[in-house]
T-cell receptor, first 111, second 121 residues
């Protein structure tokens, strides 16, 4: 079957660093996406990994290990506006562009 | 990035009526559009995948006769919730994908509409 696991909720302090993990077991792999979703809004794209390693984009970085079925999203210099849900999604081959979604991690930032 | 719009942004209707939600790709041609439903504090649930000019592919457990999807052009897909009931109240989100013309940075990146909040009384 297809399964993507993320922690349900995390709490961090403004200005700190937080790492959100995602593990997946899917029948094939063709890329992993991270999206940010604020309450009541649609998801917005953050990052995409298809090869092993770290992709850095400003305060956000995403890491992938295909052999371990593992990814993480690293958020640095946390700001209050980073309080949101973070969704991990995997695209399997020949999936008609479909994404398999994790349940999301709700990140709470405290002053 | 590419822009996807949805209309209406929110709708309240009586039980038993039908509601149509439009999803438009404003500056690119979307060969594939996806319809999701999201209940409070839950993740996205894919309802169906829609390819222009062909019948939608529904996920298991989604009634195709209740959730009618039409993808008549490369920029427009519609979702009609027929005979809506209170349990259909949810946040409905569409996304569109096309690597070639959307200007996306990554293959088959999905661009999401702002969502439609449906409340059935």
């Amino acid at each position: 079957g297809q399964n993507i696991d993320q922690p349900t909720e995390m709490t961090a302090t403004e200005g700190a660093i937080v790492q959100i993990n995602c593990t997946y077991q899917t029948s094939g792999f063709n890329g992993l996406f991270w999206y940010q979703q604020h309450a009541g809004e649609a998801p917005t794209f953050l990052s995409y990994n298809v090869l092993d390693g770290l992709e850095e984009k400003g305060r956000f970085s995403s890491f992938l290990s295909r052999s371990k079925g593992y990814s993480y999203l690293l958020l640095k210099e946390l700001q209050m506006k980073d309080s949101a849900s973070y969704l991990c999604a995997v695209r399997a081959p020949d999936s008609n562009y479909q994404l398999i979604w994790g349940a999301g991690t709700k990140l709470i930032i405290k002053p | 990035g590419a822009v996807v719009s949805q209309h209406p942004s929110w709708v309240i209707c009586k039980s038993g009526t039908s509601v149509k939600i439009e999803c438009r790709s404003l500056d690119f041609q979307a060969t594939t559009m996806f319809w999701y439903r999201q209940f409070p504090k839950q993740s996205l649930m894919l309802m169906a995948t829609s390819n222009e000019g062909s019948k939608a592919t529904y996920e298991q457990g989604v009634e195709k006769d209740k959730f009618l999807i039409n993808h008549a052009s490369l920029t427009l897909s519609t979702l009609t919730v027929t005979s809506a009931h209170p349990e259909d109240s949810s946040f409905y989100i569409c996304s569109a994908s096309d690597y070639v013309s959307s200007g996306g940075s990554y293959p088959n990146e999905q661009f999401f509409g702002p969502g439609t909040r449906l409340t059935v009384l």
